[in-house]
């Protein structure tokens, strides 16, 4: 039997969307953009950074747009964004705190501009209430070539 599978993932600028994308094309999952209002992020990345920060020494994580899925149906969850100060995006934040009481595996995924920093240490922490796999990070100059090392990536982890 197939696991079922759901992909959640943020995208600011399209390469988490292209990393998303490419996991999807080899597991069996169902995909679902985190979203965002759209007067929530600037169109200037260090700018985004600026509020995003903010919005962490504010305690005040995005709303999202949209339904949240019941994640409860699916045996594994990937969840992606973009690495900001070297851990989750504040979107990606927000849908963990969303899902937080559903007991599931969360697998994360990530793109960064060259460093990840502690990513995963700080989702870990952000989802501390769940069992959490390995993830897989890439540069977002990686995403367009990173297809067998997401192979290696989900095989590792007993994704096939």
Known sequence: MTAK???AFYS???NTEALATAISH????????IKVP??????DMYATSDIAKQQLANNQLPSLSGQVPDVSQYEHVF???PTWSGAPS???LRFLNAIK??????????THAGTAGGYEQAFAKAAAQSHVLKGFGTSGYGVGHAESQVKAWLNRIGID
């Open 90 to 92: 504040t979107p990606v």
């Open 38 to 43: 759209a007067d929530t992020f600037s169109d």
């Open 79 to 81: 969840v992606g964004g």
């Open 5 to 7: 599978n759901l992909i």
């Open 12 to 14: 600011w600028s399209g």
């Open 101 to 110: 009481d559903s007991p599931v595996t969360l697998i994360p995924f990530y």
């Open 26 to 33: 080899l597991t069996d999952s169902d995909v679902y953009e």
